[in-house]
């Protein structure tokens, strides 16, 4: 994670036009989780931050504001702002993750998305098998007709894909699992980008998405669960062959 700036080919996580705090809030973000910046650091005072970049206090400090909110730093009364340790660090807010991923993240940072994703994920198309319903079913097919039109190349069939898994998670019908879809989503979205920086796919995934869809389609907890661990795993594997 640390040293170059290196944001996957074709694709940059900042959107064209940034309102000037939000442009603030992800450079420092990105220098926050590349390790530039360290936990326990403390960064320079609101007056002379907002001098050094040329911008409002008000500007700056409501930059600090999305900084803390996501976990990353906290300011205290006649101490400062420092950076959190990373513990404190929220990092499945989708900001955080594409903030990641425009440094280089660490081995240990992908590996440990791909577990969370094969805890959550396997179960999630197991209880999506026994409850979902026929517009559930449709939405899904939707998704992965879309994403095998456009293919994961493409925004559009990236979007494909983090609908198709949302679309898992929301068939389970438990709250709790359904507000992880944004975390999901975002770890789904930017491995896909990531795995492809240098080079395309090396492999086709469409086969694995539809074996999961139609476990779950035929209400098959037990096939789903193992259809999802294996795309899980197989998107594990082409994640590691990319390195």
Do not use: C
Not at 26 to 43: C, E, F, H, M, T
Not at 113 to 124: G, K, S, T, Y
């Amino acid at each position: 994670m640390r040293g170059r700036s290196d944001a996957p080919q074709g694709e940059k996580p900042a959107p064209a036009k940034e309102r000037i705090h939000t442009a603030i809030a992800r450079q420092l973000g990105v220098l926050i989780v590349s390790g530039a910046y360290k936990p326990g650091d403390l960064l320079d005072n609101e007056i002379a931050s907002s001098e050094q970049l040329q911008v409002s206090r008000s500007a700056y400090r409501e930059a600090m504001r999305i900084l803390a909110a996501k976990g990353l730093v906290e300011s205290r009364p006649k101490t400062g702002t420092r950076v959190s340790p990373q513990s404190h660090w929220r990092l499945l807010d989708p900001e955080v993750l594409a903030w990641l991923f425009e440094s280089q993240p660490s081995l240990e940072f992908l590996k440990g998305l791909f577990e969370l994703r094969m805890i959550v994920e396997p179960e999630a198309a197991a209880l999506a098998a026994s409850r979902r319903t026929s517009d559930d079913v449709s939405r899904m097919r939707r998704a992965l007709q879309d994403m095998e039109r456009n293919t994961v190349a493409t925004d559009e069939g990236r979007a494909a894909d983090r609908e198709f898994h949302d679309a898992v998670l929301d068939a389970t019908r438990n709250p709790v699992v359904i507000s992880l879809a944004s975390g999901i989503g975002a770890a789904v979205r930017w491995t896909t980008i990531y795995k492809q920086r240098d080079r395309s796919l090396p492999r086709d995934p469409m086969p694995e998405h539809w074996k999961v869809f139609d476990a779950i389609a035929m209400g098959s907890p037990d096939e789903a669960r193992i259809a999802m661990q294996a795309l899980v795993a197989q998107a594990q594997e082409d994640t590691r062959l990319s390195l």
